[in-house]
């Protein structure tokens, strides 16, 4: 069955660096996702992504993330300049149509030092 | 603003035993789907069980099922004959179901033990 992967399981960075999070979602998929997870704490919804463009992003999502889909296959997040709060579990989802469930990867453990 | 609530942080039952996970939800949507979500320990979040809310009948998966109680805003996950495999974080999750970004609201999780 095909799956949402995610590189790397785990990546250490200094505060103030920029961190790329890399996601390949299913082939087919037309809707993006990410989530994050900080630990001991339930998942928050960071952005979506449709149609080649953000379809919406919550109050986390400020000026130091971006997402691209740069091609067509890959789905990044990127954390412009790390802060330690950013430490947390980051998962990618994707999913075919509107209201399909979404399909998780692994998630991508985000330490910042 | 749509809020999602698993009362039960953590949660044991002995194995071939049943156990229901709670979940109530606050929403004024009336098109929406609810979800349980399993994690084990190896962190991807899998699909279990998921209710359409304009379906009456509880949704069913073998040993899955829900109680969902529409008015009551609740959606219960019942797991009968529980399985050491069933030790697991398991998240509710809320979706409106008119068109916008499908985006997933999750309670809290409740961590459920599975006792051999």
């Known amino acids: 069955e095909p799956e949402v992967t995610q590189t790397p399981s785990h990546q250490v960075t200094q505060m103030g660096q920029e961190v790329i999070l890399r996601c390949v979602p299913i082939s087919n998929h037309l809707y993006f996702y990410w989530y994050r997870q900080i630990l001991g704490q339930k998942v928050e919804f960071l952005v979506s992504?449709?149609?080649?463009?953000?379809?919406?992003k919550s109050e986390i999502f400020d000026d130091q993330f971006s997402v691209e889909r740069p091609d067509g296959s890959n789905f990044t997040l990127k954390i412009r300049s790390t802060k330690l709060e950013d430490s947390a579990m980051y998962f990618c989802?994707?999913?075919?149509?509107?209201?399909?469930?979404?399909?998780f990867g692994d998630g991508t453990r985000l330490s910042i030092l | 603003a749509q809020t999602v609530t698993q009362s039960q942080p953590e949660m044991s039952v002995q194995e071939a035993e049943t156990v229901t996970l709670s979940c109530t939800y606050d929403t004024s949507e009336s098109n929406y789907y609810l979800f349980w979500y399993k994690q084990p320990p190896s962190r991807q979040m899998i699909l279990v069980i998921r209710q359409e809310a304009y379906k009456q009948q509880n949704a069913t998966e073998n040993r899955f099922s829900v109680n969902f109680q529409k008015a009551a805003k609740s959606f219960s996950l019942k797991i009968s004959d529980s399985q050491l495999g069933d030790t697991a974080m398991y998240f509710c999750?809320?979706?409106?179901?008119?068109?916008?970004?499908?985006?997933?609201?999750f309670g809290t999780g409740t961590r459920l033990k599975v006792l051999a």
């Open positions: 992504f449709y149609n080649n463009e953000i379809s919406e």
């Open positions: 999750a809320f979706m409106k179901g008119t068109s916008g970004t499908y985006k997933y609201i």
């Open positions: 989802a994707s999913k075919k149509d509107g209201n399909q469930p979404q399909h």
